[in-house]
């Protein structure tokens, strides 16, 4: 079946603008997950979502990060005023849920972001 | 807070050698740890996991025990294989908590 997609794989933004990246999540799973891959910093943990719970924001790293889960499945990261320091590749995953038994994470390819 | 350290790559090895890529931790109580993989140009994939002090897991031929006492969860392979270049990450999930906290990341170079 298909796995964790994410879009663009690529982008390559300007200073300043504001960058919507999407996740899919595979179909059933309920968690999804972000995390940002960076040189300096590795991979860090951004947002969880849980069924219909308030989601876990406490990896975000500014107010100019946000997420949102449309209807429980596709979600979407948004970085509003981007700076060169948010390049990075942003990975999306998601599980079956949350208790120990489904919470496996698969994890999409990445969104690679530029910030010029 | 929690924090996961391993050993720097790249790691350069001939194929069949021995291969050990150090992790240890630092996390309150008594979390699940795993080992990842990035193969060029794919997404992380789980390789292994262990739940609880002296667990074991294992797949593809590679192996790590859950050491407590050592705070540490060293993966090792008897005989590499061209085909395990990859990126391999040590990560920890806290109990009650989804979140994974990874390692840097150790790059394995395996030549014939």
């Known amino acids: 079946g298909a796995g964790v997609s994410q879009s663009p794989s690529n982008k390559v933004t300007e200073k300043g603008k504001d960058v919507e990246l999407r996740c899919d999540p595979i179909?059933?799973?309920?968690?999804l997950y972000w995390y940002r891959q960076s040189l300096g910093q590795g991979l860090e943990f951004l947002i969880y979502?849980?069924?219909?719970?308030?989601?876990?924001k406490s990896g975000l790293p500014s107010d100019r990060f946000s997420a949102e889960r449309t209807g429980g499945s596709v979600s979407t990261l948004t970085i509003q005023r981007t700076q060169q320091e948010d390049s990075a590749v942003y990975l999306c995953?998601?599980?079956?849920?949350?208790?120990?038994?489904?919470?496996?994470?698969?994890f999409g390819p990445g969104t690679r972001l530029t910030v010029l | 807070g929690d924090s996961v350290t391993q050993m720097e790559g790249p790691v350069t090895l001939s194929e069949e050698a021995f291969l050990t890529i150090n992790c240890t931790y630092t996390?309150?109580?008594?979390?699940?740890l795993f080992w990842y993989v990035q193969y060029p140009g794919e997404g992380l994939q789980l390789l292994l996991k262990?739940?609880?002090?002296?667990d074991k897991g294992s797949n593809k031929g590679f192996e790590a025990t859950y050491r407590k006492e050592t705070t540490s969860f060293h993966l090792e392979k008897g005989s590499v294989q061209v085909s395990d270049s990859a990126v391999y990450f040590c990560?920890?999930?806290?109990?009650?908590?989804?979140?994974?906290?990874f390692g840097t990341g150790t790059r394995l170079l395996v030549s014939p």
């Open positions: 995953a998601s599980s079956l849920g949350s208790t120990d038994r489904y919470n496996e994470q698969f």
């Open positions: 179909s059933g799973h309920t968690a």
């Open positions: 979502f849980q069924g219909n719970s308030a989601p876990d």
């Open positions: 996390a309150t109580g008594y979390p699940s």
């Open positions: 262990a739940t609880k002090a002296d």
């Open positions: 990560a920890l999930r806290r109990t009650g908590f989804q979140k994974l906290v």
